[in-house]
Nanobody, 128 residues
Framework: QVQLVESGGGSVQAGGSLRLSCAAS???????VGWFRQAPGKEREVVAA????????AYADSVKGRFTISRDNAKNTVNLQMNSLKPEDTARYYC??????????????????????WGQGTQVTVSS
């Protein structure tokens, strides 16, 4: 069974940075791995996704230019570097994995239902 464990969340002031990490029990280069977030009272939304085996990644418009998703091959982790954080980035962030290499070629990478494995999440709070 695939296990995903997120770490790196915390509290930061607007304009600051955080780096989230997702440790995976499977070979994350052969899965599409996505980062999602959910704020209280809002639906879960995609932030970014990566299929490391093809060097492909995608980002939500709201985070383009500020967030970077990457895979650490040595540690088998998928990381999310978040810069220029805004109060509206406050949410619980989740790592998710899909045993599919084709999600990034269309719009399906945005859909939570396409991911079969989820971590427990890590809280990110950005104060103004």
């Amino acid at each position: 069974q695939v296990q995903l464990v997120e770490s790196g969340g915390g509290s930061v002031q607007a304009g600051g940075s955080l780096r989230l990490s997702c440790a995976a029990s499977m070979d994350s280069s052969r899965h599409t791995v996505g980062w999602f977030r959910q704020a209280p009272g809002k639906e879960r939304e995609v932030v970014a996704a990566i299929y490391a085996g093809l060097g492909a990644s995608a980002y939500a418009d709201s985070v383009k230019g500020r967030f970077t998703i990457s895979r650490d091959n040595a540690k088998n982790t998928v990381n999310l570097q978040m810069n220029s954080l805004k109060p509206e980035d406050t949410a619980r962030y989740y790592c998710a994995a899909a045993q599919s290499r084709g999600l990034l070629s269309g719009g399906n990478w945005r859909l939570p239902g396409r991911y079969g494995n989820w971590g427990q999440g890590t809280q990110v709070t950005v104060s103004s």
